[in-house]
């Protein structure tokens, strides 16, 4: 969507770039059913190569977005866009791959600098 991912990610890869690349991971994990899954990766990677799209189906979207709380409907505007919450969720990987949300940021534009500070400060944490 143009109106929430692709000023997010710009955004992120700016954090990222300030952040030990080793140590921190970025998920751009796409919710809509209709794009090609190979667009997805292509899509984070076009930001930064280091970047992850995942690609999910509907059931799996509807998993991640009611533990993660996005919500999400067509839009009104475009019937092959949807609309959404755009919160970035910062989880730290934990034992056995289980994964722990550790921040969520929901105004936007991001404070890169607070989001750069509590990410150096939560080593080993993984995007979404």
Same mark, same amino acid.
């Given at each position: 969507c143009? @109106?929430?991912?692709?000023?997010?990610?710009? =955004?992120?890869? =700016?954090?990222?770039?300030? +952040?030990? &690349?080793?140590?921190f991971? !970025?998920?751009f994990?796409?919710? =809509?059913?209709? @794009?090609?899954?190979?667009? %997805?990766?292509? $899509?984070?990677?076009? !930001?930064?190569?280091?970047?992850?799209?995942?690609?999910?189906?509907?059931?799996k979207?509807?998993?991640? @977005?009611?533990?993660?709380?996005?919500?999400? %409907?067509?839009?009104?505007l475009?019937?092959?866009?949807?609309?959404? @919450?755009? $919160?970035?969720?910062?989880?730290?990987?934990?034992?056995?791959?289980?994964y722990?949300?550790?921040?969520?940021?929901?105004?936007?534009?991001?404070?890169?600098?607070?989001?750069?500070?509590?990410?150096?400060?939560? +080593?080993?944490? &993984?995007?979404?």
């Amino acid at each position: 969507c143009t @109106t929430i991912c692709s000023p997010a990610v710009t =955004q992120i890869n =700016q954090i990222y770039k300030e +952040l030990d &690349s080793d140590r921190f991971s !970025f998920y751009f994990i796409n919710l =809509q059913v209709n @794009t090609p899954e190979e667009i %997805v990766d292509q $899509f984070a990677k076009h !930001f930064n190569k280091n970047f992850n799209g995942i690609y999910l189906n509907n059931d799996k979207i509807k998993k991640i @977005t009611n533990r993660l709380n996005v919500k999400y %409907v067509p839009s009104m505007l475009d019937k092959n866009e949807i609309d959404h @919450t755009g $919160f970035l969720h910062v989880l730290k990987k934990e034992k056995d791959n289980i994964y722990q949300q550790k921040f969520l940021y929901t105004t936007k534009p991001f404070e890169i600098q607070e989001i750069i500070k509590d990410l150096n400060n939560t +080593l080993g944490a &993984s995007l979404w």
